[in-house]
């Protein structure tokens, strides 16, 4: 009886070691796949950035493979098994969620648009962009802000040209335009730091800058034919005003015939009495 009791106490005590044992190794066997996870999700991040302190995005950062780090964290966080891991993972987060804004201004420095909407999309995502990697990427929005500004002042220049225009691909020119618009146009051009872009908007404002002529030029016919009517009622009231002093001239001659008639038959008529006294 004793042999049975301590027989079972011994087996016992040694399914409780073993289980121990397992779930002690289990547990260990977590903890490093948990490391494991982390470790290769922030290697993963890692490639993304050009420096160690992920301040600058690598040469080739990509959308892919900032979707490949962002999987590699989801896995990892299935895995966790240490608030310090939280951290770290928490950490990675941070750097990939501003890389993804360094895509954004790297890609939007890159093109090359013509199209107003395309160069207002691009200069607003970038300049926001900006604002949010300010306090966390500093060397960053340093080494691109001036980017972005031209990108703004490209963006400036073409809003100058399409006011200029009555559709968005420059081929009807604005009635009315003024020389002044169209310098304002020019000036702006000038300021661009896009020598390609200038040379693409060059001809729209020479096609504005024909329309302006040919409106001047049509104003001012408008303006000689309107004037001819008026020439000629001058010319008219002149010929009117010569009618009537010839008119006038000739009853003064009259006038003056008909007193000189009636002086000489007074003068004959005086003439003939006196020779009726003699006689």
């Known amino acids: 009886m004793k042999r049975r009791t301590l027989f079972s106490i011994i087996v016992v005590t040694l399914v409780a070691g073993c289980f121990t044992l397992f779930y002690g190794a289990h547990s260990t066997w977590t903890d490093t796949q948990s490391a494991h ?18 301040q600058l995005p690598a040469t080739q950062l990509s959308q ?3 979707a ?34 360094m895509l954004t ?62 559709d968005a691909d420059f081929k009807e020119p604005k009635s009315g335009l003024s020389t002044s618009e169209i310098q304002a ?28 002529s040919d409106d001047t030029s049509s ?4 303006v000689s034919s309107s004037t001819v009517p008026s020439s000629s009622v001058s010319g008219s009231e002149s010929s009117a005003t010569n009618s009537q002093s010839t008119s006038s001239g000739s009853s003064t001659s009259n006038e003056s015939d008909q007193s000189q008639q009636e002086s000489s038959n007074s003068s004959s008529a005086s003439s003939a009495s006196s020779s009726s006294s003699q006689g």
């Open 219 to 222: 104003a001012e016919a408008s």
């Open 68 to 101: 490949a780090a962002e999987a590699s964290l989801q896995a990892a966080r299935r895995k966790l098994t240490e608030p310090e891991q939280a951290n770290q993972l928490a950490s990675a987060q941070a750097d990939l969620d501003a890389a993804k804004q």
């Open 185 to 212: 146009a020019l000036a702006a051009l000038k300021h661009i730091d896009n020598q390609q872009l200038a040379d693409q908007m060059l001809p729209a404002i020479a096609t504005a800058q024909q329309a302006a």
């Open 105 to 166: 201004v790297k890609n939007a420095v890159a093109q090359k648009p013509t199209k107003l909407t395309e160069l207002k999309t691009l200069t607003s995502e970038s300049q926001q962009a900006l604002a949010k990697l300010a306090k966390q990427k500093p060397t960053f929005v340093q080494t691109y802000q001036k980017q972005v500004a031209r990108l703004s002042d490209q963006e400036a220049a073409v809003a100058k040209v399409a006011s200029l225009f009555t």
């Open 64 to 66: 892919e493979k900032i």
């Open 37 to 54: 996870a982390v470790q290769a999700a922030t290697n993963q991040v890692d490639t993304l950035f050009k420096d160690s302190s992920h």
